[in-house]
Antibody, heavy 118, light 111 residues
Framework: QVQLVESGGGVVQPGGSLRLSCAAS????????VHWVRQAPGKGLEWVAF????????YYADSVKGRFTISRDNSKNTLYLQMDSLRGEDTAVYYC???????????WGQGTLVTVSS | QSVLTQPPSVSGAPGQRVTISCTGS?????????VHWYQQLPGTAPKLLIF???NRPSGVPDRFSGSKSGTSASLAITGLQAEDEADYYC???????????FGGGTKLTVL
């Protein structure tokens, strides 16, 4: 069965950095694009970033462009999100989600909480 | 302010039917991009409920149905059950933003 397991969340000061990981199993990771989606406490879902199956193209929400970097290691079945210059408004649960057809998210991880606070 | 607009809340008694609307624009739903729906039970990750406007993944009861027309879409839930109490989100793609977009979410309360 498809499993996505995020890790790397924690508390970081404003201006700091954090790297999230998402370990995938149960499907051919190298054949699918993957997204990061976040949810601030008590708020709705916000798409953050997408990377194609081979890492050839990456897309970002305007709110994180230039500060966050999505990457993947298909040999390790792992997705990453490097988050730099973190702000309070980046505080959220971050989910990785498998893409289908470049259109929707068919499987989600359980999420990892990132708190940006001094 | 979300790109796709949903009512903040809806409610219904057990056994009743409720609908949740999702209104977009000419750069997303109106441009022909599909609408998808997710259910998020309290304290859990979102789960795909409807894909491609009206298709149910395996395991989703047929009490859940979706439709799309023009710049809007709807999720209908018939035969409401207590376990349906959750947040529901619509999602599409926006060509102006070059990204995937969500509605603000609708909290369903089963009375």
């Amino acid at each position: 069965q498809v499993q996505l397991v995020e890790s790397g969340g924690g508390v970081v000061q404003p201006g700091g950095s954090l790297r999230l990981s998402c370990a995938a199993s149960g499907f051919t990771f190298s054949s699918y694009g993957v997204h990061w989606v976040r949810q601030a406490p008590g708020k709705g879902l916000e798409w953050v970033a997408f990377i194609r199956y081979d890492g050839s193209n990456k897309y970002y929400a305007d709110s994180v462009k230039g500060r966050f970097t999505i990457s993947r290691d298909n040999s390790k079945n792992t997705l990453y999100l490097q988050m730099d210059s973190l702000r309070g408004e980046d505080t959220a649960v971050y989910y990785c989600a498998k893409d289908l057809g470049g259109s929707y998210f068919d499987y989600w991880g359980q999420g990892t909480l990132v708190t940006v606070s001094s | 302010q979300s790109v796709l607009t949903q009512p903040p809340s809806v409610s219904g008694a057990p056994g009743q039917r409720v609908t949740i609307s999702c209104t977009g624009s000419s750069s997303n739903i109106g441009a022909g991009y599909d609408v998808h729906w997710y259910q998020q039970l309290p304290g859990t990750a979102p789960k795909l409920l409807i894909f491609g406007n009206s298709n149910r993944p395996s395991g989703v009861p047929d009490r859940f149905s979706g439709s799309k027309s023009g710049t809007s879409a709807s999720l209908a839930i018939t035969g409401l059950q207590a376990e349906d109490e959750a947040d529901y989100y619509c999602q599409s793609y926006d060509s102006s933003l070059s990204g995937w977009v969500f509605g603000g979410g609708t909290k369903l309360t089963v009375l």
